[in-house]
């Protein structure tokens, strides 16, 4: 489906009448009771820094080990289950999630009143043009509807990468490495930046991506995505 046939989709037809997992009526919602039960809401124990699901309401290991550029992070939903079929939808032409999303994030960020403006990790234009938009980049513009902040299109990605889903975290940095690059310094210079992204994995991406901000004068980075990965202590 191209841009106008989602612009008008999203205009003119409802999206929370039927289960964004499934797909049948809910007559009001975005889950139906059944596919509800497959998505894990990350309300718990979290770490207060990565935010992802925690055994105990204190720092992660990975965390204390390799201290992210990001002060802080939130996600509302754990990265398995139901989550990952919606964020794969969300990622491959039903940009309409957004709101869902922004409505979950929203609730996570009551307490980010220091906010000054909001960025988003970005795509090379081969990959949006790819894709038809960048999900983050739809994402952001939805949750400053809901914060009443600009969004800066502060990063751009200068090379396509390889997918990271299967490298490890030092992979993932040498994957990334001189990809990206900061535009418009004077709107981000002293300024505390919300990012935003899908998912938060190893937390490669973010802290690329944080680094170009800070090291451009940005005052501080917190971080939100739809979902995290679980920390899992290692035995």
């Given at each position: 489906?191209?841009?106008?046939?989602?612009?008008?989709?999203e205009?003119?037809?409802?999206?929370?009448?039927?289960?964004?997992?499934?797909?049948?009526?809910t007559?009001?919602?975005?889950l139906?009771?059944?596919?509800?039960?497959?998505?894990?809401?990350?309300?718990?124990?979290?770490c207060?820094?990565?935010?992802?699901k925690?055994?105990?309401?204190?720092?992660?290991?990975?965390?204390?080990?390799r201290?992210p550029?990001?002060?802080?992070a939130?996600?509302?939903?754990?990265?398995?289950?139901?989550s990952?079929?919606?964020?794969a939808k969300?990622k491959?032409g039903?940009?309409?999630?957004?709101?869902?999303?922004?409505?979950?994030?929203?609730?996570?960020?009551?307490?980010?009143?220091?906010?000054?403006?909001?960025?988003?990790?970005?795509m090379?234009?081969?990959?949006?043009?790819a894709?038809?938009?960048?999900q983050?980049?739809?994402?952001?513009?939805?949750?400053?509807?809901?914060?009443?902040?600009?969004v800066?299109?502060?990063?751009?990605k200068?090379?396509n990468?390889?997918?990271?889903?299967?490298?490890?975290r030092?992979?993932?940095?040498?994957?990334?490495?001189g990809?990206?690059?900061v535009?418009?310094?004077?709107?981000?210079?002293?300024k505390?930046?919300?990012?935003?992204?899908?998912?938060?994995t190893?937390?490669?991406?973010?802290?690329?991506?944080?680094?170009?901000?800070?090291?451009?004068g940005?005052?501080?980075?917190?971080l939100?995505?739809?979902a995290?990965?679980?920390?899992?202590?290692?035995?």
């Amino acid at each position: 489906m191209g841009k106008l046939g989602r612009f008008l989709a999203e205009a003119f037809f409802p999206t929370d009448f039927t289960c964004d997992i499934c797909g049948i009526e809910t007559f009001g919602g975005n889950l139906c009771p059944d596919c509800k039960k497959t998505v894990t809401f990350n309300d718990g124990f979290t770490c207060p820094v990565c935010g992802r699901k925690n055994f105990y309401a204190e720092i992660c290991m990975e965390c204390k080990a390799r201290v992210p550029l990001f002060k802080k992070a939130v996600s509302p939903l754990v990265y398995e289950g139901g989550s990952t079929v919606l964020i794969a939808k969300f990622k491959n032409g039903e940009g309409y999630l957004k709101e869902y999303f922004a409505d979950l994030i929203a609730k996570k960020l009551t307490e980010f009143n220091e906010l000054n403006c909001i960025t988003f990790v970005p795509m090379t234009k081969d990959a949006v043009r790819a894709r038809g938009y960048n999900q983050a980049e739809l994402l952001a513009k939805a949750v400053s509807k809901r914060l009443d902040l600009p969004v800066v299109s502060a990063v751009v990605k200068q090379k396509n990468t390889e997918a990271q889903k299967t490298l490890s975290r030092k992979e993932r940095e040498q994957n990334l490495k001189g990809c990206f690059k900061v535009e418009k310094r004077p709107d981000i210079k002293g300024k505390n930046i919300l990012l935003i992204d899908d998912v938060l994995t190893t937390g490669a991406t973010a802290d690329a991506v944080c680094k170009k901000l800070l090291d451009a004068g940005a005052e501080r980075v917190f971080l939100a995505t739809v979902a995290s990965v679980e920390y899992k202590a290692q035995n």
